[in-house]
């Protein structure tokens, strides 16, 4: 609604869905130094009220995700090793498309709406902790291999966002965190950096699309390829406690087109 000649856009919507999940999972520790895990979590998403003419309404899912993990410890040199290999589920967003405007002014772009999936997560995980005279110094190394992927996408040039679905994505990267033993058993810091890649392929399978997509992976619009965090905490008296952090961000691919 910016006076540009676009008939004016006004919508009201009231989705609603209903999501039911329970999980079970255990541990076994057939030795001091190793410790085995194994769980999962079934899932079932159901559409809820919708107005009439909705296009881009999520589906019905059903998704039952396993989850394994395994802890090894050393002795001796105290280093603590880990892997952990799972599979995720995301219901899609409730969000929905109606009215003969706004329809009629996508399908004027070339774009067209598709049922919303739900977002399904492949991952493993390999990391080690390694102390030394009350600090531990934690690496770790992950990488996500996602189907339908749930991301967001606006209209032309203009402010008018709605979700899609990617039919693949990749998330890969590693963390190294140091921590520091509690100063005066009250106040802990903590230092982290993380270098992300994240990648998307395929085909537009719901949501907002123009039918297409990159064959071949390329980086998706939440690519910040660099984090550092630094920051602590403090017990105070009357079991409140105090923290703070500073974040630095760089690397988004499209940051500076052009």
Same mark, same amino acid.
């Given at each position: 609604?910016?006076?540009?000649?676009?008939?004016?856009?006004?919508?009201?919507?009231?989705?609603?869905?209903?999501?039911?999940?329970?999980?079970?999972?255990?541990?076994?520790?057939?030795?001091?130094?190793?410790?085995?895990?194994? $769980?999962?979590?079934?899932?079932?998403?159901?559409? $809820?009220?919708?107005?009439?003419?909705?296009?881009?309404?999520?589906?019905?899912?059903?998704?039952?995700?396993?989850?394994?993990?395994?802890?090894?410890?050393?002795?001796?040199?105290?280093?603590?090793?880990?892997?952990?290999?799972?599979?995720?589920?995301?219901?899609?967003?409730?969000?929905?498309?109606?009215?003969?405007?706004?329809?009629?002014?996508?399908?004027?772009? $070339?774009?067209?709406? $598709?049922?919303?999936?739900?977002?399904?997560?492949?991952?493993?995980?390999?990391?080690? %902790?390694?102390?030394?005279?009350?600090?531990?110094?934690?690496?770790?190394?992950?990488?996500?291999? %996602?189907?339908?992927?749930?991301?967001?996408?606006?209209?032309?040039?203009?402010?008018?966002? +709605?979700?899609?679905?990617?039919?693949?994505?990749?998330?890969?990267?590693?963390?190294?965190?140091?921590?520091?033993?509690?100063?005066?058993?009250?106040?802990?810091?903590?230092?982290?950096?993380?270098?992300?890649?994240?990648?998307?392929?395929?085909?537009?399978?719901?949501?907002?699309?123009? +039918?297409? +997509?990159?064959?071949?992976?390329?980086?998706?619009?939440?690519?910040?390829?660099?984090?550092?965090?630094?920051?602590?905490?403090?017990?105070?008296?009357?079991?409140?406690? %105090?923290?703070?952090?500073?974040?630095?961000?760089?690397?988004?691919?499209?940051?500076?087109?052009?």
């Amino acid at each position: 609604n910016d006076g540009s000649g676009i008939p004016a856009v006004a919508d009201t919507e009231h989705p609603s869905g209903n999501l039911q999940a329970f999980y079970i999972d255990d541990k076994f520790t057939p030795f001091p130094w190793l410790t085995l895990s194994a $769980g999962m979590r079934p899932t079932h998403f159901a559409e $809820g009220n919708f107005a009439v003419g909705s296009i881009a309404r999520p589906a019905d899912e059903s998704a039952i995700q396993p989850r394994f993990g395994a802890t090894l410890t050393i002795p001796k040199l105290r280093l603590t090793f880990r892997a952990f290999y799972g599979h995720y589920y995301q219901a899609p967003p409730l969000e929905t498309v109606s009215g003969p405007a706004l329809l009629n002014y996508t399908q004027q772009q $070339g774009l067209g709406f $598709g049922t919303l999936p739900g977002e399904r997560d492949e991952e493993h995980q390999f990391g080690v %902790a390694i102390p030394f005279r009350g600090w531990v110094l934690d690496a770790d190394n992950f990488k996500t291999n %996602a189907r339908d992927f749930l991301d967001h996408n606006n209209i032309g040039a203009s402010s008018i966002y +709605f979700p899609i679905a990617v039919s693949q994505a990749m998330i890969r990267g590693w963390e190294l965190t140091l921590r520091s033993p509690r100063f005066a058993h009250r106040g802990q810091m903590h230092l982290a950096y993380s270098n992300q890649i994240a990648e998307g392929a395929g085909t537009i399978v719901g949501g907002l699309t123009d +039918f297409s +997509f990159s064959p071949e992976l390329t980086p998706l619009d939440h690519d910040q390829r660099n984090t550092l965090n630094v920051g602590g905490d403090v017990t105070l008296p009357w079991r409140a406690y %105090a923290s703070t952090n500073v974040y630095y961000g760089s690397g988004f691919h499209n940051a500076f087109p052009g």
